[in-house]
């Protein structure tokens, strides 16, 4: 069993700054790639960035220049810091990963989400 908790969302100013966290915990033997989802009301969810365990990143062009991506290996966290903001980067930002919880057992997991809310 997997888990992961985001945290970090709130209201921020157009053109303001933002990080997300994601923690990941439970039965975990290798995290091998993770990345941050949004979806906002009345549309569906779309990928932001991903992140595979060697550090390699892959952004949507609409956050690109933007948003970064980075991960802690050591305490399986993601974090997506978010700068530059606009009112349509407002959405439920949701971390996934896909973990291997032994060596031949892998499986893709979401958090709940945390509201990120762009607006003056």
């Known amino acids: 069993q997997v888990q992961l908790v985001e945290s970090g969302g709130g209201l921020v100013q157009p053109g303001g700054s933002l990080t997300l966290s994601c923690a990941a915990s439970?039965?975990?033997?290798?995290?091998?790639?993770m990345a941050w989802y949004r979806q906002a009301p009345g549309k569906e969810r779309e990928l932001v960035a991903t992140?595979?365990?060697?550090?390699?990143?892959n952004y949507a062009d609409s956050v690109k220049g933007r948003f970064t991506i980075s991960r802690d290996n050591a305490m399986n966290m993601v974090y997506l810091q978010m700068n530059s903001l606009k009112p349509e980067d407002t959405a439920v930002y949701y971390c996934?990963?896909?973990?291997?919880?032994?060596?031949?057992?892998?499986?893709?997991?979401w958090g709940q989400g945390t509201q990120v809310t762009v607006s003056s």
């Open positions: 439970g039965t975990i033997f290798r995290i091998v790639a």
């Open positions: 992140t595979n365990a060697g550090g390699g990143t």
């Open positions: 996934n990963a896909g973990v291997y919880s032994n060596p031949v057992s892998w499986g893709e997991y």
